[in-house]
């Protein structure tokens, strides 16, 4: 659950290099001795014992996580890409059939802690594909690996205690102890601090099984969503409809928050055309792809799924995702004649250029976040344009021809 991903920004192979700040030789026997002197007795501190930390002793450093960390590259994708990626007819189809199989389970889960089972089925889908992908690194060893190599020394040493500890309570042998290259563990990619603070033993074994017991994985989850502020009898959000009389694009950042009735009276529909439901129930806007694709309005919950895992795009596919279960329609947008997000390079220049003009569109590194959207937004309420701050071609050409006209 805690993730390399940030935003739109999916970390894959090739790209910029990170170097770590401790140089510390990579061989095992400087390893050994690091884990030693520094990480046992901090473990020890912590309420580790003798047998537990025993694992220690074996471990041997994995050069292919190091690798893998220090190659974190950042593909951007479009929502449209995101989405059909994460949120596809195999996926929907098995977790249709996934909720029927666990419902009993499910209504339990949500009888204590009062989020419904379509958004756990939802994610499990996103986080192992329902188990399909959990994980074949030790977890150990890709911890302490990572916590020697330096970039994230505390995070990763913390992480390393806590899986120390889940090993611990629950009398796991450590081999059991696999996840991802980064530490994500079980059904639900929980990191270790995770499970220890929010893992819950469902089935009533004595143990917090998050990779065996469908019942542990399945009321850890709901009591994180829980603990992290799900309003019970609430949804995420909707797609919703903007029609020809919307006109205030600015508010459509995701983050104001207005009532469905002050929406509806913008001109804000259901995605079928029918007025929104009335009430003081409070959303904000969401234009993923500006004024040409989907339109969202997200509730409370969403952003409480945001607090899983930060990117805008995972928490909307993982409420359309729970809908698609229970049989709500495919989202009424078409799909755009351009699917693929600006180059990062186009991104670079259109910061550069909005920087140049006087609006602050903050660092220019390519990830056009909210304070670039802002700043484009700015710049297009002032030259005459739809201030849906989405970076676009046509976007990048007036963009362009105001610099000439300036310099002229
Ligand atoms: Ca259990």
Not at 98 to 111: H, M
Not at 264 to 269: E, P, Q
Request: glycine content about 8%; hydrophobic content about 40%; proline content about 6%.
């Amino acid at each position: 659950m805690w993730k390399q991903t940030i935003v739109a920004v999916l970390l894959i192979c090739v790209g910029s290099i990170v170097f770590a700040k401790p140089q510390r030789p990579l061989d095992d026997a400087a390893f050994q001795q690091w884990l030693q002197q520094v990480i046992a007795p901090k473990a020890k501190a912590a309420g580790i014992r003798p047998a537990t930390l025993k694992h220690l002793e074996s471990l041997t450093l994995n050069h292919r996580i190091i690798q893998q960390d220090r190659r974190q590259a950042e593909f951007v994708l479009s929502f449209w890409q995101y989405y059909t990626r994460t949120v596809t007819p195999e996926r929907i189809e098995k977790g249709r059939q996934l909720l029927a199989r666990y419902q009993p389970i499910l209504d339990q889960v949500t009888a204590q802690t009062g989020v419904p089972g379509r958004f756990l089925i939802a994610y499990w889908g996103m986080e192992t594909r329902y188990g399909g992908f959990t994980g074949t690194t030790p977890v150990l060893q890709a911890l302490a690996t990572l916590a020697y190599e330096g970039r994230r020394e505390k995070f990763f040493t913390r992480e390393l205690i806590a899986a120390l500890k889940v090993l611990q309570n629950n009398r796991f042998p450590p081999e059991q102890l696999k996840g991802s290259w980064a530490g994500a563990m079980g059904q639900m990619q929980f990191m270790p601090s995770n499970y220890l603070h929010y893992g819950q033993d469902g089935d009533g074994d004595g143990k917090v099984d998050l990779w065996q017991s469908m019942a542990d994985a399945f009321l850890s989850a709901g009591y994180f969503l829980q603990r992290l502020g799900w309003r019970p009898g609430e949804t995420w959000g909707r797609e919703v409809q903007l029609t020809a009389s919307f006109k205030r694009y600015e508010l459509a950042d995701g983050l104001q928050r207005r009532s469905l009735d002050e929406w509806a009276k913008l001109g804000v529909r259901r995605a079928d055309g029918n007025p929104l439901p009335k009430g003081e129930m409070m959303a904000a806007l969401y234009l993923p792809m500006g004024k040409e694709g989907p339109a969202f309005l997200l509730y409370h919950n969403f952003y409480v799924i945001k607090k899983w895992n930060r990117s805008d795009y995972y928490a909307v596919a993982v409420g359309r995702l729970a809908d698609r279960i229970i049989g709500g329609p495919p989202l009424h947008k078409k799909p755009p004649a351009d699917p693929q997000p600006l180059p990062r390079a186009r991104l670079k220049a259109i910061q550069h250029k909005l920087n140049a003009l006087g609006y602050n569109a903050g660092k220019v590194d390519g990830i056009f976040g909210h304070r670039s959207r802002a700043a484009l937004r700015q710049w297009q309420q002032d030259h005459g344009e739809i201030p849906d701050g989405f970076p676009s071609e046509q976007t990048w050409w007036r963009l362009h021809e105001t610099e000439t006209a300036v310099q002229r």
